[in-house]
């Protein structure tokens, strides 16, 4: 079962989703390898999240073919998805509210890992092993027994990824990680996804924030109105000329062209950028 | 809040005191009325925990519990009737029955959200209702009477019962009954803590909260929106066999509006979705019914007031409160014996960390 680095772990060809007469996505060609992280962005409008849902199998392509991990999973609805090791997290705090967080990420370990014909009287080892893991790597252990609807933002959004984590998927699909957070909120979901890539997790993360976009990722591709407009490193983003037009402008631009020559590989005073 | 505490000592203490005073009651010499109030709580609670299950715990708001509970009726009633077979083989398949008729409902519902699938469920309902109201054709002669496929207005009789007048006597066959449904209950309500309490409640209760990640988390709402479905209609039919053998009549009254709201207020003053909600609502609302008997003109309001009493003051329902009042003690109790080191009931994780 073990892949080569060249062989791509996700491959969406062509991919459209039309709603009626609307073309959401179009034409949507491109490979995520495995170790790699996939960085989307884009205006608002771009269907980002759009395509998220495409390819998890919540709202299916209406064209194209999509493969993971050697499968076709172009029909395959969201259960199965993530069973087949595709995890996602959402860009709302999404969480089983009345359940404790705990809880919360022991269903994902029982449920996520694969297809329960006959579910079992009770969680085994094995589960709460895996939810417990998770619930430590990210950092809520401490909060694991409390509800899950008066968690504070920020662990809200732990909470998803180590649900995410506790179906022990092969790729990641983030949905803005920081969105709504503070700046030191902010890096240290920096710092847990670069643990997560340490992991060897293939990640694919929708940003709006462009510093934590082109930082965290070791490909960019951003998206506008539903088609791919740039694919490429995160260095060359800034000298594309449709991304600035259309997207980034000059200022901003320019500072990231500053903050990725300042800084090509570590991060540190990364709070301080724009 | 949660029902995966320790508590399973506790309930299953608590459930064997309860099960050792039910049995024991019919040899005190109670009244034949109240074993027989006994014996129709036995039946409404049966019914109750089963529909908490769809209602509370997978949060699917249907109302199709009683139709479920008149399927079961129906069929071991007619079956008995029709084929002469004894009413404690009818009644086992009537459950079986049940179970497909629940899946089809459940299918039905299953594009449906919130309170569409009540308009769909109580439509059915009533559709059934309506059937056998209107039906009059003559299925068979009687003699020179007319009778009708499903019993019509008059309701289906004849069909016989479970033969404890015969073993029992005409005085004490009402306690046989009275086990019946009393096992029927606790066979039930095992059930239910069995599933609340397994992950198969926590997949019902992740779809409940958030369906959407529930699906990206491998829960399959197709699967277990089935399933809830199947797996609360077996005790319900068979609670309605039970219900038609013991008065030795079913009619379309059991699908009754009235009776209808009757078991939700139970479900909604037990607490919804929580394990003893069912059993507590039937035995407070039945009470409360029973309270205000003679008081004919203020029997609904009283009744109304206490589901808003209930709904405003306990929003977790009677269970909830005592839930809570459970959960102080044990606190009292661990302070008490100077169990600092100790961690409270419910964060096991504290002071694991330094």
Same mark, same amino acid.
């Given at each position: 079962m073990e892949r080569t680095a060249?062989?791509?772990l996700l491959t969406c060809q062509g991919v459209d989703k039309y709603f009626g007469a609307l073309a959401?996505? #179009?034409?949507m060609t491109f490979d995520v390898f495995p170790g790699e992280a996939l960085g989307i962005g884009g205006p608002n409008g771009a269907v980002k999240t759009t395509l998220f849902d495409v390819i998890s199998g919540l709202n299916p392509a209406t064209a194209g073919s999509i493969t993971f991990d050697g499968r076709?999973?172009?029909?395959?609805t969201p259960d199965r998805t993530c069973q087949l090791g595709m995890a996602r997290t959402f860009?709302?705090?999404?969480?089983?509210?009345?359940?404790s967080a705990r809880e919360n990420t022991l269903i994902a370990a029982y449920f996520g890992?694969?297809? #329960?014909l006959v579910p079992g009287m009770r969680f085994d080892r094995e589960t709460q092993r895996l939810a417990d893991e998770a619930m430590e790597f990210v950092g809520l252990d401490e909060v694991a027994h409390e509800a899950t609807q008066t968690l504070p933002v920020y662990h809200r959004k732990l909470l998803m990824v180590a649900g995410a984590l506790a179906t022990q998927p092969k790729m990641l699909l983030m949905d803005?990680?920081?969105?709504?957070?503070n700046p030191q909120e902010i890096d240290d979901v920096m710092a847990l996804v670069r643990r997560l890539k340490e992991r060897g997790l293939t990640i694919m993360l929708i940003e709006h924030v462009m510093r934590f976009l082109v930082r965290l990722s070791d490909r960019v591709l951003i998206m506008h109105h539903g088609e791919k407009i740039f694919e490429g490193s995160a260095s060359g983003l800034v000298y594309d000329k449709t991304v600035v037009d259309?997207?980034?402008?000059e200022g901003s631009s320019r500072r990231l062209r500053h903050l990725l020559e300042d800084q090509p590989s570590s991060d540190e005073g990364a709070s301080g950028a724009p | 809040m949660f029902e995966t505490g320790p508590n399973w000592r506790r309930d299953v203490a608590f459930g064997a005191v309860l099960i050792a005073v039910l049995i024991a009651i019919p040899f005190l010499g109670p009244s034949r009325y109240f074993i027989g109030q006994l014996t129709l709580f036995f039946i409404w609670a049966t019914v109750v925990s089963q529909w908490n299950l769809v209602f509370?715990?997978?949060?699917?708001?249907?109302?199709a519990q009683m139709a479920i509970f008149a399927f079961g009726g129906f069929a071991t009633g007619m079956m008995g009737l029709y084929?002469?077979?004894?009413l404690w083989f009818t009644l086992v398949l009537a459950g079986v029955g049940s179970i497909l008729f629940s899946i089809i409902i459940g299918l039905a519902c299953l594009r449906l959200r919130g309170p569409y699938v009540a308009l769909l469920t109580l439509a059915i309902a009533q559709v059934m209702y309506l059937l056998i109201i209107t039906d009059?054709?003559?299925?068979?002669?009687e003699g020179v009477t007319c009778r009708n496929f499903t019993g019509g207005t008059r309701g289906l009789a004849k069909?016989?019962?479970?033969g404890f007048r015969e073993l029992l006597g005409r005085r004490e066959y009402l306690k046989g009954d009275y086990y019946l449904s009393l096992f029927l209950l606790v066979l039930a309500t095992v059930f239910s803590f069995a599933i609340i309490r397994s992950p198969l409640g926590f997949a019902f209760r992740a779809l409940r909260d958030n369906p959407e990640y529930g699906v990206s988390r491998g829960l399959s709402r197709f699967k277990y929106q089935l399933l809830v479905f199947a797996m609360s209609a077996f005790f319900t039919g068979l609670a309605g066999g039970v219900f038609a053998g013991h008065f030795r009549v079913i009619g379309?009254?059991?699908?009754?509006l009235p009776l209808l709201l009757f078991l939700i207020s139970m479900m909604v003053v037990g607490g919804l979705?929580?394990?003893?909600g069912p059993i507590l609502g039937a035995a407070l609302v039945m009470l409360a019914d029973e309270g205000m008997k003679d008081f004919v003109e203020i029997r609904n309001m009283g009744y109304g007031a206490l589901i808003v009493a209930i709904v405003v003051l306990l929003p977790q329902g009677a269970a909830g409160g005592l839930e809570q009042v459970w959960d102080w003690g044990r606190r009292q109790v661990l302070a008490l014996r100077g169990g600092a080191d100790r961690p409270a009931a419910g964060r096991a994780g504290e002071g694991r960390r330094e």
């Open positions: 060249s062989e791509p959401a996505v #179009r034409d076709t999973i172009t029909r395959a860009q709302l705090n999404a969480g089983f509210d009345t359940l890992r694969h297809n #329960r803005e990680p920081v969105g709504g957070l259309v997207y980034l402008g | 509370g715990v997978a949060g699917i708001f249907s109302l084929l002469g077979i004894s009059t054709a003559c299925f068979y002669m069909f016989g019962d479970f379309a009254n059991v699908l009754s979705g929580r394990a003893w």
